[in-house]
Nanobody, 131 residues
Framework: LQLVESGGGLVQPGGSLKLSCQAS????????ITWFRQAPGKEREGVSC????????KYADSVKGRFTISRDNAKNTVYLQMNNVKSEDTGIYYC??????????????????????WGQGTQGTQVTVSS
């Protein structure tokens, strides 16, 4: 399984972006997906996650009410809609897959977890929020 992130760019504070996480090599139906971000000089942090069927989601407190995670398994893609962005949302955004049996019922946002595609050349997509 390989995931490719896209959709990043430069956006003004208060604006919107929609990120995509496209899978290849396997279908996403059995995978929970987590979005992470890493700002310059900071550790990677979990932003949001969604279970394999899309029935359950989680958000970091810093993005609740502004970001929405969704998935289209027919397109093998998970999305992160970012609204009312702030300067602190700047960073490289990555997605990770969790194919464990629990993925249909719960998703995880911790970085200390053996995600299926960790270390497979994930490039991420840069989001820069600036006026």
């Amino acid at each position: 399984l390989q995931l490719v992130e896209s959709g990043g760019g430069l956006v003004q504070p208060g604006g919107s972006l929609k990120l995509s996480c496209q899978a290849s090599g396997a279908t996403l139906d059995n995978y929970g997906i987590t979005w992470f971000r890493q700002a310059p000089g900071k550790e990677r942090e979990g932003v949001s996650c969604i279970t394999s069927g899309g029935g359950s989601t989680k958000y970091a407190d810093s993005v609740k009410g502004r970001f929405t995670i969704s998935r289209d398994n027919a397109k093998n893609t998970v999305y992160l809609q970012m609204n009312n962005v702030k300067s602190e949302d700047t960073g490289i955004y990555y997605c990770a897959a969790d194919g464990a049996p629990h993925a249909h019922a719960l998703c995880v946002t911790t970085t200390r977890y053996p995600y299926d595609n960790w270390g497979q050349g994930t490039q991420g997509t840069q989001v820069t929020v600036s006026s």
